[in-house]
């Protein structure tokens, strides 16, 4: 039997910060969809970073109906299904096991803390946002060097393990954000030596918090309450007219979204969606017939399928296919080129017929 898997990503509603584009609409329906093309798809719609933390399957799949929600509610969406765990460290959102990604987001948060104290230029240079990416099998001593070139600072990546990593390009992140990503797959953590600036990689000792200061008008009564809860841990300290809360990212999160109210509007799913702008993964074990691939491809996208200037032979041809979030009338076109058939499209109809 086919599996055929319908993919939705909407486009993100105006937000420009990282916490408004959190709140914003995220539209995905589908069912095994691979967790890494959801990522791909959301990053780009909404300009973020997704990772996805090396001890993960990229190709876990993740099953969403079409219902309302946020960005961030679909973030956590996929991370319980598959058992994940979000953090955000703007404009970074680490998918990663239970108890890692919380732990990560809040490294980045602490090590860009330190960096801040360092001198001036230096501090500048470090926190300021770069590009960065490479391409598929490149290694986390390769990553280490280029870091090194971006933002002109020795990293010592020899303590890095070997690996191949798959491409990923990271939009406007800092070197702190960068080297916390670099290491944290490998239970270690990036620390910056001022005499020799260099950043070495140590491993990982204890759980992060990081201590931050807040106007003390938005640290509430009933926002300090909502805080233990996420991280019981977490402390406040009364600094003038600023309180420093010290705790895990998410508590930091909260507190920074604390103005941001998701305006997610009800999800219509495909319906809310031309046929032609529609994208899919099938996966189509062995071969089939072009004519029935064809149809549950139609039915699925919402094109009527128009066969009658089709000879039946070349509608029996079998057929085998297997593609990753491509237009339907991509996946029509290639059917169609299998079995020697033409095709073209109105605006809700694949009309298909013999060559001419």
Known sequence: MACLVASLFATAQGADD?????????????????????AHRIGETHQINVWIDRRIDPTTPVSLSASAGSLQQTLEAIATQADLEVGYADPIVIVAPQGRAIDAATRILALRSELKELPISVAKRLLQPHDLDWPRATTPAEIAEQIS???NVLVAGDSLPHDLWDRSALRQIDAGGALVLLAEGFDLVPQYDLQTATFRMHPIEEGPAVG???PAAKVTASVTRALRKIDPEVTFEKRGALIRVTG???VHHRIRNIDAVPNAKPNKGLAAVEPQMRRFTL???GVKPAASILQAVCNASGFTLDTSAASSERLKMP??????DQLATEIIESICAQAGLTVRFDATTAIVADPT
């Open 18 to 38: 990282f916490g408004g584009q959190l709140a914003s609409t995220c539209r995905v329906t589908g069912t095994e969809l691979p967790l890494r093309v959801v």
């Open 248 to 250: 895990n990212s998410s």
């Open 319 to 324: 057929v085998s296919l297997e593609v990753e």
């Open 212 to 214: 931050l200061d807040y």
């Open 283 to 285: 996966r189509i074990p």
């Open 149 to 151: 070139q971006t933002w």
